[in-house]
């Protein structure tokens, strides 16, 4: 049986709180990524908030913010659905399809970041192409992430 261990990303970039949305979208460009957690700091990596490329175009671009001068904090996602390393793959998986989200951060019991589940993840490491599918129709259900 797979556990999210075995196919998320390990440590993945974060971002605080405090860091300008312009920052993170530079970072985001670079590293070619959508999602970013964000923490309280970088020695307990402890999940505070998700930002992600979507949040930045409808909550900044959409708005006309100002993103130099915006804080991640002003525009991230607080409440994160979330799994932990040794969960079994399926119930990330189920909570991908109920919450309706393209990814899904992995933490610890402390709640620091370990990983994080894409749906790309999913499709590159899972080897099960019915069941990668399924998932992704079910999360594209939606368009609230």
């Known amino acids: 049986m797979k556990t999210c261990k075995d196919v998320m990303t390990p ?31 970088k020695e307990s990596r402890k999940l505070i908030g998700i930002i992600t490329d979507r949040d930045l175009a409808m909550k900044i671009v959409g708005e006309g913010r100002d993103a130099e001068a915006t804080k991640v904090e002003a525009v991230m996602t607080r409440k994160v659905v979330t ?29 620091k970041v370990m990983g994080i589940i894409s749906q790309a993840d999913l499709a590159t490491r899972m080897n099960q192409p019915e069941k990668t599918a399924e998932v992704v129709k079910d999360i594209s259900q939606s368009n609230t992430e």
């Open 83 to 111: 799994c932990r390393a040794d969960d079994e793959l399926k119930q990330a998986l189920k909570a991908m399809s109920d919450h309706q989200i393209r990814r899904i951060v992995i933490v610890d019991n402390a709640n």
């Open 11 to 41: 440590n993945p970039i974060c971002c605080l709180p405090t860091d300008t949305v312009a920052s993170v979208a530079q970072i985001m460009k670079q590293e070619n990524i959508g999602p970013m957690p964000v923490i309280d700091n």
